[in-house]
């Protein structure tokens, strides 16, 4: 059994800051990529930024020098840091990790249950 479980989110003016973190456990052998998505009313969800095993960030243009990504392996945690936040960026956000529960059985992708963060005009 594998959980993501998020913290963080919640209401921000604009201009303003928040971060989101998020904690994988259960039965995990390894976790390859981690990162976080959002899904605003009546959107698809899309990715905001991933990050690999080894560190190596990669974010969606709208966020690109806003939000940083960052991740510790030893807690199997990843993090987001949003900074200058804007209307725009209010959605729930998604953990989402491809990890291995076991050494012989495939990577598959595993999500959070999301959370808010609305940002405020």
């Known amino acids: 059994q594998v959980q993501l479980v998020e913290s963080g989110g919640g209401l921000v003016q604009a201009g303003g800051s928040l971060s989101v973190s998020c904690t994988a456990s259960g039965s995990i052998f390894s976790i390859n990529n981690m990162g976080w998505y959002r899904q605003a009313p009546g959107k698809q969800r899309e990715l905001v930024a991933q990050?690999?095993?080894?560190?190596?960030?990669n974010y969606a243009d709208s966020v690109k020098g806003r939000f940083t990504i960052s991740r510790d392996n030893a807690k199997n945690t990843v993090s987001l840091q949003m900074n200058s936040l804007k209307p725009e960026d209010t959605a729930v956000y998604f953990c989402?990790?491809?990890?291995?529960?076991?050494?012989?059985?495939?990577?598959?992708?595993?999500w959070g249950q999301g959370t808010q963060v609305t940002v405020s005009s």
């Open positions: 989402n990790a491809y990890l291995q529960i076991a050494a012989m059985i495939s990577v598959r992708g595993y």
């Open positions: 990050i690999t095993r080894d560190g190596i960030p």
